[in-house]
């Protein structure tokens, strides 16, 4: 078996699947010739377009690190016959923790007090009030992994009040989570002082936080994205927030990434920005590599997992 490495990856993945294949790392000039004889592919970031399914000659399977897989032209997968998975879970902690970083980091306006404090250290303290959290209501679109995460850490650390949309999931779901179970988006926007959506991009999914909802949402109100960017409509966000709708916005992910510097969303001081960080932590990078490596392992003998398969 040979298997190309087409993104930087922890070691720890890479040196499981050594045990067993022919590896070619990212770092290796015959990476660019891997169409001719990959047999597999572990990747990140790199884009797998239609053409490159149509030039592979022996591929049999595609492994990406993380959850989303909007890089992969999956039916382009499915005519070629190419199984497509995913490593769902590894990093469901280290995005609810940002998830909750970001909200405290708008909340309390930190990034902004910085920025000023660098700039001229003069802060009028009276204009720079920020929100508290404690008994808040946060909601969340998307009760799956992250979203599950999201609202214990919310629950535990500020005693949130929780309500949660998602009309893929059992009625029964989050036994052991206090929250309430809305029917519709619509009960949400009026009613959340905090709303982050924790959803895969799709047709369905984007814009679900879209400019009729922030119309409808408390001044208060922060909107939290660390889950696909177009989940959130950049533009009537943008708006929102110029116009003093909403309170401000934290972002780890946008449509373009990374964002240019001429985005109309970093030049607004009630936004906090990271670079598509959420699986950014030293143990999720490890355990991923290696969650990565065990797949696709797990598929040459012909044990697909079937909470990773997405193709």
Same mark, same amino acid.
């Given at each position: ?149 999201? $609202?214990? @850490?919310?629950?535990?650390? *500020? =005693? /949130? ?8 999931? &059992?009625? !029964? ?66 708006? $929102?927030? @110029?116009?003093?709708?909403? *309170? =401000? /916005? ?8 990374? &964002?240019? !510097? ?50």
């Amino acid at each position: 078996m040979k298997v190309y490495v087409l993104d930087e990856i922890y070691p720890g993945g890479v040196e499981l699947a050594q045990k067993r294949a022919e590896v070619v790392r990212w770092d290796d000039p015959r990476v660019k010739n891997w169409h001719e004889d990959a047999d597999g592919l572990m990747i990140r970031l790199t884009r797998i377009t239609a053409a490159d399914f149509a030039r592979a000659k022996r591929l049999k399977v595609v492994v990406k690190q993380g959850v989303g897989v909007d890089n992969i032209d999956l039916p382009a997968a499915r005519d070629k016959g190419v199984v497509v998975c995913n490593t769902p879970g590894v990093n469901a902690d280290a995005v609810a923790e940002l998830t909750l970083g970001l909200t405290l980091a708008v909340a309390r306006r930190i990034a902004e007090c910085d920025r000023r404090n660098r700039a001229d250290g003069t802060i009028d303290r009276a204009r720079f009030l920020g929100l508290e959290l404690g008994g808040k209501t946060v909601g969340i679109i998307g009760m799956g992994n992250i979203g599950t995460r999201v $609202a214990r @850490k919310f629950h535990a650390a *500020f =005693g /949130a009040h929780i309500i949660a949309y998602d009309p893929y999931v &059992p009625g !029964n779901h989050w036994p052991d989570i206090p929250h309430e179970r809305l029917a519709s988006l619509d009960e949400m926007w009026p009613r959340a002082d905090v709303i982050t959506p924790h959803v895969p991009l799709t047709a369905e999914t984007r814009g679900i936080v879209g400019a009729a909802g922030l119309a409808r949402m408390k001044p208060t109100a922060i909107v939290v994205n660390a889950a696909r960017g177009g989940v959130v409509d950049e533009p009537a966000l943008h708006e $929102a927030l @110029k116009a003093g709708r909403i *309170f =401000g /916005a934290g972002l780890d992910v946008f449509v373009s990434e990374p &964002p240019s !510097n001429r985005d109309p969303l970093l030049g607004l001081p009630n936004v906090v920005v990271t670079p598509h960080a959420g699986g950014g932590t030293l143990e999720t990078q490890a355990k991923s590599s290696i969650a990565v490596a065990e797949t696709l392992l797990a598929v040459f003998d012909g044990n697909i997992p079937a909470k990773a398969r997405v193709a």
